[in-house]
């Protein structure tokens, strides 16, 4: 009752409650806030940190940023959703601030934009070597059912494409990375309707910003052949698997584009299977290679690991070993 009471005190007042409802329509910074709300950063800043004491917004930060959002809480009924649901759609004030967010997000769409113009001829370049991205988008999919993953983790999201992609099978996921115009990039395009339960996080993979055992399934989409130490990546995904969880790595076969190393960063020329094999035996996980896209000259190849005493991990392989025959 008193968390009940203080959550609707918070509310009730109107600028926290354009606030609350601005938050749960995107993450947003103290300086975009002031920008919708025409109010000074003090004021803002004031409401903002009285919505958080009460748990109806959460605020992370990232690098020099921080950010806002709606709250989540556990299962069950939440007062912030609850609340924003009953603001009324053609109340003058709340078009007003629907317009000056929609003015943000086309800022930044332009910057990400910017930042795309000056990067995608070399990502095209490495796209030219191998089967289309479609294809393997629809391999990924194919590989979890519909229901059967409720949180989902991306490591190294980029442009948080997987996340996109999977969307519509999970019912929550987050996508992680250590660049931050990846991430500004990224949720841009997560911005889009549909896609509010697909968030981003500044976060390294090495050291996962989740607990023990909180995710469904853990994927690392074109990721570890810029990683130093693959196996500490796979151990620390392991780590926040669910006991029944799946781990999905996605990466090319071993090959011999020098190149990839010398202009693109890589840090290997792929993932041989039985490498990857054993890191996930250290970690506890069995993996099978799940589909394997030949291309030119690139193989795009789709392992699929697990616990070896999950429920699971029948269910999987037999799809993955479908998605092969296919
Ligand atoms: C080739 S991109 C793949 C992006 C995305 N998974 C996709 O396939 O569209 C690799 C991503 O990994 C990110 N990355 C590299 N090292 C990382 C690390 N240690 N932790 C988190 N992300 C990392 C990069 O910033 C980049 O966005």
């Known amino acids: 009752?008193?968390?009940?009471?203080?959550?609707?005190?918070?509310?009730?007042?109107?600028?926290?409650?354009?606030?609350?409802?601005?938050?749960?329509?995107?993450?947003?910074?103290?300086?975009?806030?002031?920008?919708?709300?025409?109010?000074?950063?003090?004021?803002?800043?004031?409401?903002?940190?009285?919505?958080?004491e009460a748990g109806l917004l959460s605020r992370f930060r990232e690098g020099q940023w921080a950010f806002y959002r709606i709250a989540n809480g556990s299962d069950g009924p939440q007062l912030n959703r609850a609340i924003v649901d009953l603001v009324p759609e053609n109340d003058p004030m709340y078009l007003r601030d629907l317009e000056r967010l929609e003015e943000i997000k086309e800022a930044r769409a332009e910057a990400a934009a910017a930042y795309f113009r000056e990067n995608a001829p070399r990502w095209d370049e490495i796209r030219s070597m191998y089967v289309p991205e479609a294809e393997v988008e629809a391999c990924v999919r194919d590989l979890i059912a519909d229901g059967e993953v409720?949180?989902?983790?991306?490591?190294?999201?980029?442009?948080?494409?997987?996340?996109?992609?999977?969307?519509?099978?999970?019912?929550s996921g987050v996508g992680i990375d250590l660049s931050h115009e990846m991430l500004a990039v990224a949720r841009v395009n997560l911005g889009k309707p549909g896609l509010e339960h697909c968030q981003v996080r500044h976060g390294d993979m090495y050291e996962l910003p989740f607990?023990?055992?909180?995710?469904?399934?853990?994927?690392?989409?074109?990721?570890?052949?810029?990683?130093?130490?693959?196996?500490a990546a796979i151990t620390e995904a392991a780590r926040v698997l669910r006991p029944d969880g799946s781990l999905i790595v996605i990466d090319f076969a071993p090959h011999k584009q020098r190149v990839l190393i010398e202009e693109h960063a890589h840090h290997r020329l792929g993932l041989a299977d039985e490498e990857l094999a054993a890191w996930c035996e250290n970690a506890d996980l069995k993996s099978s290679l799940a589909q394997e896209?030949?291309?030119?000259?690139?193989?795009?190849?789709?392992?699929?690991?697990?616990?070896?005493?999950?429920?699971?991990?029948?269910?999987?392989?037999?799809?993955?070993?479908?998605?092969?025959?296919?």
Request: glycine letters at 6%; proline letters at 3%; one cysteine or more.
């Open 1 to 52: 009752m008193d968390q009940l009471l203080a959550g609707l005190r918070a509310a009730g007042e109107p600028t926290r409650l354009r606030l609350l409802t601005l938050c749960a329509r995107a993450e947003l910074t103290v300086t975009e806030l002031t920008q919708i709300l025409r109010q000074s950063q003090p004021r803002v800043s004031r409401h903002l940190k009285l919505l958080v």
């Open 150 to 171: 409720a949180d989902l983790l991306d490591i190294g999201t980029g442009t948080g494409r997987i996340l996109e992609v999977m969307a519509s099978q999970i019912r």
């Open 211 to 231: 607990g023990d055992a909180s995710q469904d399934a853990v994927i690392f989409h074109q990721v570890l052949h810029y990683a130093e130490e693959p196996e």
């Open 293 to 326: 896209l030949k291309g030119d000259p690139l193989t795009v190849n789709i392992w699929l690991a697990s616990r070896e005493s999950s429920n699971l991990t029948s269910s999987n392989s037999e799809r993955a070993s479908t998605v092969a025959a296919n």
